[in-house]
């Protein structure tokens, strides 16, 4: 009677097992996909997006501010080349961010986007990002990182001001192997 029990109890414990792996599988792309869905998140689309060129209405206009931040461990000056703008939706908008390399060795960065409020990143769309791309800067080297966006011109009425923020990661030991600090 006691086996009968356990192994019951085992095939209940591994199923159980199973089912929490797959469920825990499955939460990253049910993520997305409700982020997606409901606009929340701040999540921006990963992919350029085609600019629908509709002038037959001037779109009206918002107000985009820009924000880049860099974690202390990161020797880089990460700025916008302007903090706030105003812009007209529906039309095509380029800027770009400016970069400076601190350290005296190479260092790649990549940003990360995001959009304020959560529901206007459903209309913030970029054609070209330097987030799209890592960024190798030499030590003491500069760039600057270009942006070409447009603000769709279904953004919600409620909405006003939209707030890109671009976070600044060193991704220098994921892409060469361990090479950091290395002069190349």
């Given at each position: 009677?006691g086996n009968?029990?356990n192994?019951?109890?085992?095939?209940?414990?591994?199923?159980?097992?199973?089912?929490?792996f797959?469920f825990?599988f499955a939460?990253?792309?049910?993520?997305?996909?409700?982020c997606?869905?409901?606009?929340i998140?701040?999540?921006?689309?990963?992919?350029a997006?085609?600019f629908?060129?509709?002038?037959?209405?001037p779109?009206r206009?918002?107000?985009?501010?820009?924000?880049?931040?860099?974690p202390?461990s990161?020797?880089w000056e990460?700025?916008?080349?302007?903090k706030?703008?105003?812009?007209?939706?529906?039309?095509?908008v380029?800027?770009h961010?400016?970069?400076?390399?601190?350290?005296?060795h190479?260092?790649?960065?990549?940003?990360i986007?995001s959009?304020?409020?959560?529901?206007?990143?459903?209309?913030?769309?970029?054609t070209?990002?330097?987030?799209?791309?890592?960024?190798?800067?030499?030590g003491?080297d500069?760039?600057?990182l270009?942006?070409?966006?447009?603000?769709?011109?279904?953004?919600?009425?409620s909405?006003?001001?939209?707030?890109?923020?671009?976070?600044?990661?060193?991704?220098t030991d994921?892409?060469?192997?361990?090479?950091?600090?290395?002069?190349k």
């Amino acid at each position: 009677m006691g086996n009968a029990n356990n192994t019951r109890l085992t095939i209940g414990l591994i199923f159980g097992a199973i089912a929490m792996f797959g469920f825990g599988f499955a939460l990253v792309p049910l993520y997305d996909v409700l982020c997606e869905q409901l606009g929340i998140n701040g999540k921006t689309r990963s992919t350029a997006q085609v600019f629908n060129d509709d002038t037959s209405a001037p779109g009206r206009l918002v107000n985009v501010e820009f924000i880049a931040q860099v974690p202390g461990s990161l020797p880089w000056e990460f700025a916008p080349a302007v903090k706030r703008m105003q812009v007209r939706t529906g039309e095509l908008v380029r800027t770009h961010f400016n970069a400076k390399n601190l350290a005296d060795h190479r260092i790649v960065g990549q940003a990360i986007p995001s959009v304020s409020p959560g529901q206007g990143a459903a209309y913030f769309n970029k054609t070209e990002c330097f987030c799209f791309n890592q960024q190798p800067l030499e030590g003491h080297d500069s760039a600057e990182l270009g942006l070409i966006f447009f603000v769709d011109k279904d953004l919600p009425d409620s909405i006003n001001t939209l707030t890109l923020a671009y976070t600044l990661f060193d991704i220098t030991d994921s892409v060469s192997g361990g090479t950091k600090g290395v002069s190349k």
